[in-house]
């Protein structure tokens, strides 16, 4: 937020008004004498009202002559031709505005002289540390809301609901490492009845991951194939060509029939499904071979197939869950996750279950911070 320094108020219209438009209005104190109100501030533009102020042109040459508001421009509202008008160093610094205007157009005025200001700033190696402020607040304004339109579009990559069906329970836990990251899911029911899951991880953080997710999620609904096999291999076809060198998609996809309960699995280049038989407590590797998306642009992928029992569950995961490390650098794995399941009871909900495998994950790391963002899919059938 652009902070202007305003002197001369005699109403609240104009100040009212840029405070709207997003500006921070400051002003000095009638009881403190000025260079401590300047010293105490940071602006990025400094408003007079010269039709109130006694010396519209002494305090001009006031802000000039003080090292913190030296190179912050001017803009003075006048009556009269100015002295700053008459001389080419300071008319470069201070713009008068002389009425009849409006509101609107003064406010214009100043938006583009904050602009230029700005501009003019990335290039001026003798930057003021006001102008410096100024910048990283522009940029970091920029920037947040790159950040928020990013997110934006990454949370568009997930479902708004999960499919339901009275027969399976299905939970999630989204966790990006960053702003945003380059994790997502999906989940769907298909035109023949049965439910759809995909997991994928985009190599690096950040905004290009999610972008390169945005991507991927393009690529799997205009690839519309049913099976994860022939799903993966057209999202390839589609993204190897596109996809910047060095970076990849490694991906799981699920199609499960609530009738039968036969799980069908593929996967490029992702960390294999788990599925725990309830009965027997024994916790089964779903693998599947086939590189990661956006590696060959002909690669072809293998199918996995098995059968959820009731009480059975399926958990699909990314590397961030299995590559992350405690304090003495050991990592969580596949065979303490395959753990934390079996430590689930029956009688749990789909939730539930997740959320005793995430405490044996949390567990586990004690104060070790992730480094990766952790996506998680359990489906549970119920009948």
């Known amino acids: ?22 500006y921070s209005i400051v002003e000095p104190s009638r009881e403190a004498p000025l260079s401590e109100a300047i010293s105490r501030s940071t602006m990025d533009l400094i408003l007079i009202d010269g039709r109130v102020v006694d010396d519209a042109n002494g305090l001009c040459a006031f802000f000039r002559a003080q090292q913190n508001t030296r190179a912050v421009p001017i803009v003075c ?7 700053v008008e008459k001389n080419d160093d300071l008319s470069r610094a201070v713009e008068v505005v002389h009425p009849p205007f409006s509101v609107g157009a003064l406010a214009s005025r100043i938006a583009l002289t904050l602009r230029l200001r700005k501009i003019a700033g990335t290039d001026d190696k003798k930057s003021s540390l006001a102008e410096i402020n100024a910048s990283l607040r522009d940029h970091n304004t920029r920037f947040k809301k790159e950040l928020d339109e990013a997110r934006a579009i990454q949370q ?15 939970a999630v836990s989204y966790q990006p490492l960053d702003e945003v990251g ?25 905004l290009s991951a999610a972008f390169i997710g945005s991507m991927a ?28 060198q060095g970076r990849f998609v490694t991906m799981g996809s699920c199609l499960y029939d609530p009738m039968t309960g036969q799980v069908v699995w593929s996967r490029a280049g992702h960390p294999p499904a ?22 060959f642009e002909d690669s072809t992928y293998t199918v996995c197939q098995d059968t959820l029992e009731v009480g059975d569950a399926l958990i699909m995961f990314t590397d961030g869950m299995t590559e992350a490390q405690d304090l003495s650098g050991e990592a969580f794995g596949l065979e303490r996750l395959a753990t934390a399941l079996r430590s689930t009871s029956a009688d749990q909900s789909s939730a539930d279950m997740l959320r005793t495998v995430l ?19 359990l489906l549970k059938r119920c009948a």
């Open 359 to 377: 405490d044996s994950f949390d567990t586990f790391r004690g104060e070790r911070l992730i480094r990766d963002d952790v996506t998680v899919v």
């Open 77 to 83: 509202i006048s009556d009269e031709v100015m002295d």
């Open 156 to 170: 568009s990559l997930l479902p708004r609901e999960l499919p339901r069906d009275p027969r399976i329970e299905l």
């Open 274 to 295: 788990l599925l725990l038989r309830r009965e027997t407590h024994e916790v089964a590797k779903l693998l599947g071979e086939g590189f990661a998306v956006g590696f």
């Open 182 to 206: 380059g994790d997502w899911y999906f989940a769907n029911k298909t035109p023949s009845g049965r439910v759809s899951l995909q997991i994928a991880d985009v190599s690096g953080h950040g």
């Open 1 to 22: 937020m652009d902070s202007i320094f305003f002197v001369g108020r005699d109403n609240d219209t104009l100040p009212t008004f840029l405070n709207r438009l997003g």
């Open 217 to 244: 999620k393009l690529a799997m609904t205009a690839a519309a194939k049913e099976s994860p096999d022939e799903l993966l291999e057209e999202m390839n076809r589609l993204l190897a060509p596109q996809i910047p």
